[in-house]
Nanobody
Framework: QVQLVESGGGLVQAGGSLRLSCAAS????????MAWFRQAPGKEREIVAAISWSGGTYYTDSVKGRFTISRDNYKNTVYLQMNSLKPEDTAAYYC????????????????WGQGTQVTVSS
């Protein structure tokens, strides 16, 4: 079992930055794929970024060059550094985990955090 707790969301102006954190429980954190998803009102949940246990990464096209996902296996924590934020980045952001390879579908992930809200004002 893995429990995930996100933090770091908030209100920021367009062009600003935020760093989200996701603290995970469990002794095998280093073997999990970790991902960030987001869901805006009225829209489906979509993947933002993912990182494998070996450090391989995936980014959705809309955040490439602006967001960076990283992990600290000693702290059991995954991060999402978000720069040059845009109003369209406004959403609830969720941390998720799965044991196998990176996947882009939310249905492929076994564990979820409660979410943290990111609001970008124009």
């Amino acid at each position: 079992q893995v429990q995930l707790v996100e933090s770091g969301g908030g209100l920021v102006q367009a062009g600003g930055s935020l760093r989200l954190s996701c603290a995970a429980s469990g002794r095998t954190f280093s073997r999990y794929v970790m991902a960030w998803f987001r869901q805006a009102p009225g829209k489906e949940r979509e993947i933002v970024a993912a990182i494998s246990w070996s450090g391989g990464t995936y980014y959705t096209d809309s955040v490439k060059g602006r967001f960076t996902i990283s992990r600290d296996n000693y702290k059991n924590t995954v991060y999402l550094q978000m720069n040059s934020l845009k109003p369209e980045d406004t959403a609830a952001y969720y941390c998720a985990a799965r044991y196998q390879a990176i996947a882009i579908s939310p249905a492929a992930y076994d564990y979820w955090g409660q979410g943290t809200q990111v609001t970008v004002s124009s």
